[in-house]
């Protein structure tokens, strides 16, 4: 970890020029993020408990600021994307994992002590058994699952390769991704019925997938949710593509904005036990 933030580092040197003084940088990485640390870092060896932060600072004698990478995108959904200042929003990152975070009232919640709201993507979903939600409908989930079902497939294939597979017709393909975009749509029913959502924003790499994934996400959505919020909780893909991890580590970065590390709910009223 330590030698890949020292590159980090001789990276921004470079970039440093006199009529481009950088005086601050954020950082967004895949984990759950407090103070300055990564203190779950998934798929990031060897990144527990390192001072990113301090780290950084160090080397480069500037501020910089950690930040969960779900949480920046959804910071940026805010700031230059699809979600509005007074929606009530979650915004589902579906890629090589499968997390998500909050916008409520034009602030970014990653979830309580500033973890991801894993509970959704950590769920067993009915009919299949004790498998969790991110088993079956991340990336590496579908390329298993499309493997399961057609035999002949490439153990290196992703879900790109199925995606691919399902647009030029591949009748077990778009079973997938049909299959797929039916997690997807429980996961987004309980947290609209649970959240009283205004929109659910979908990106990460599967997530983008357009209307291979959005289409029957929206229609499970339409058979399952409560008539009250049918046409009132939108489902949407993000309009920033790839780069929404990017915007929003910039934007918070700069602004000093910071994800809440504590209540999950930000309304005075709803944190009032008298109005529950």
């Not at 009250?228 to 893909?237: E, M, S």
Request: with cysteine; glycine share 12%.
């Amino acid at each position: 970890a330590e030698a890949a933030l020292e590159k980090a580092a001789v990276c921004v040197r470079e970039m440093q020029c006199d009529s481009c003084a950088i005086q601050v940088v954020g950082v967004g990485l895949p984990g759950l993020v407090r103070d300055g640390k990564l203190v779950a870092a998934g798929n990031l060896s060897g990144w527990e408990g390192v001072s990113i932060e301090q780290i950084l600072t160090g080397h480069l004698g500037i501020t910089v600021h950690l930040y969960t990478d779900i949480c920046a995108m959804a910071i940026a959904e805010l700031m230059a994307g699809t979600i509005g200042p007074d929606e009530r929003a979650l915004v589902f990152v579906i890629g090589t994992g499968f997390g998500s975070a909050a916008v409520f009232d034009g602030v970014a919640y990653g979830g309580a002590a500033g973890l991801m709201l894993t509970p959704f993507s950590h769920d067993a979903v009915p009919d299949e058994g004790l498998t969790i939600l991110e088993d079956l409908a991340a990336g590496p989930g579908i390329a298993r699952r499309t493997a399961g079902t057609i035999p002949e497939t490439d153990p290196s294939m992703d879900a790109e390769h199925v995606a691919k597979l399902a647009r030029s017709g591949d009748a077990e393909a778009v079973a997938v991704w049909e299959k797929t975009g039916e997690y997807v749509g429980w996961a987004v029913v309980n947290a609209a019925h649970l959240l009283w959502l205004d929109k659910v924003v979908l990106t990460g790499g599967v997530g983008l997938a357009g209307d291979l994934l959005l289409r029957p996400v929206q229609a499970y959505f339409d058979r399952h949710i409560n008539p009250f919020l049918r046409d009132t909780c939108k489902i949407v893909v993000s309009s920033l593509c790839q780069d929404a991890g990017i915007i929003g580590v910039a934007e918070s970065a700069l602004t000093g904005r910071v994800q809440k590390e504590t209540a999950l709910f930000p309304s005075a009223d709803m944190q009032d036990s008298s109005a529950l």
